[in-house]
């Protein structure tokens, strides 16, 4: 066998296939990676292995049949999901939402939001080859898929809010549960933060490893936790508030660095903050009805509209254009995943392959929501 | 070294506590449901008058975003003999499972109580068509759910099989 020896490392091009089966592509992702040695030089992401066609499939469907697949879109932040489409349809209609209704969507989502984010927290502790985070994650988000269920019937596809409220009465149990879970939770996290934040092999592979700066996070339109670590304090809960957000008193968390270390903090922060809102909208809620006087068949007045809803992932908007009759003319999503996924070739440019996965997974895409 | 130390603390302290993994196969270790857990669809049974709930009204079939249903109804033969008010009864009906999304939306649009989301929720079958349910299947998921849970209908007086008998003819 004959080597040529005499090969010029700048020349040679070697293209690695990673995904769309690939483990750490949080679902089906695929990354074609022109590597030069350790250092990547290119980077082509494909997308589309997902894609079902949700925002045509809107179009066949009445508005209560949307929520459904809205559930499907960001499948690890359903409720949110949800909130997003009937905002919209509810703004696009004028309705006035019971106060009740509102708190009780603002308390899910903030839960929902908090077990978007132990996902993340347990998922990126394996992607950088932690295995120990993962368990202690999932028990604290079991907890709270559980305490779902019992209120929505369902662990993930909850269809449980409807244009004009929700769809019924809380269990009796509920503020009771809702308390001990925050308990549980709030130890959990707490626990969660030693075992990983700090610990030196993390910090080494995650700080300064896939920088992006404020003007750059910007450019690219990123949004949520991945615009906040890069110091931009931005959250539409708070700078545009929707649903109830402004009768809360919480924190935005912000991170200056922008790197990896700092998109993760700043998630597990804003567990903190949510479980503020919640203990805040625990306090508030009042008894009274759950939903708004509508019709079954919801038919929204000719027009449209754009609604922006902050999701676990950054900013969620819905565009949506009714002709009147019982079914969207066309439904938009912004997803805010498809928006930080564009910043990831240029993250990647220039950084080591071992951190490939690290940078992919601090970025935090749900592929359901990005190929819709 | 502190945020190793301090990782391997937590670590640790796993060992005195108890464990919270649930086993899957086994009936008394599995988590169990809650009660408003949404399983498969079913259709439930009058047991006032021995004949199931369903009309046939096809609203559920219309209103099911996935379109997993069909139904058929039919002239209600204890309607003609006198012993239930329901005038049309169901004749046939499918529902595949493995199509059905569980949202709960036939539930909720069905005026006769008749559809019930049960706690069953294991989809694999041992033939090819197996999640393919007839009406006889779901009346006995019905009736599972119904004894389990002891159901009741929603609205009693509007929906039972019972006839009316006419008072004010004298």
Known sequence: MEINKTINSDNVDLMINMGPQHPSTHGVFRL???????????????????????????ENERYAQVVTLFDRLDYVANLNMELGFCLAVESLMELDIPDRAS????????????????????????DVGAMTPVLYAFREREKIQGFFESITGARMMHNYFRIGGIKEELPDDFNNRLSLLLDEVSQGIEECDMLLSKNEMFLARTKN???????????????????????????????????????????????SSGDCWDRYYVRLEEIRQSIKIIKQAMSQMEDGPILAKVRRIARPPKGEIYFR???????????LVSDGSDKPYRVKVRAPSFAN?????????????????TILGSIDIIMGEVDR | MIGFLTGLFVTMKTGFRRPVTAQYPDPEKRIKVENRFMGFPSLTWDYDVE?????????????????????KMKDNPLFSEGKSRRKKIIDEFEINLGRCILCGICVEVCNFDAIEMSHEHELSKRVRNGNRFGLQQLLKLGIKFQ???NWQPKQPEKNSGVPVKKVDEE
């Open chain 1, 341 to 357: 996924l564009q910043s990831l070739q240029y993250l990647l440019k220039g950084a080591y392959i071992a951190d490939a996965v």
């Open chain 1, 309 to 319: 809803t902050e999701s676990p992932r950054g900013d969620f908007g819905v565009y």
């Open chain 1, 209 to 255: 490893v896939g920088i992006i700066s404020a003007s750059d996070a910007v450019d690219f339109g990123v949004s949520g936790p991945n615009l906040r670590a890069s110091g931009i304090a931005r959250d539409i809960r708070v700078s545009k508030p929707y649903s109830i957000y402004d009768r809360f008193d919480y924190g935005i968390p912000v991170a």
């Open chain 2, 147 to 149: 004894s389990n849970t």
């Open chain 1, 103 to 126: 708190y009780i969507r603002v308390i899910l989502c903030e839960l929902n939001r908090i077990a978007s984010h132990l996902l993340f927290y347990g998922t990126y502790g394996l």
């Open chain 2, 51 to 71: 004949e199931p709930y369903c009309t046939g009204c096809m609203v559920c079939v219309r209103e099911c975003p996935t379109e997993c249903m069909t139904a």
């Open chain 1, 32 to 58: 074609l990676l022109n590597i030069d040695g350790e250092r990547i030089i290119d980077v082509k992401p494909h997308i589309g292995y997902l894609h079902r066609g949700s925002e045509k499939l809107c």
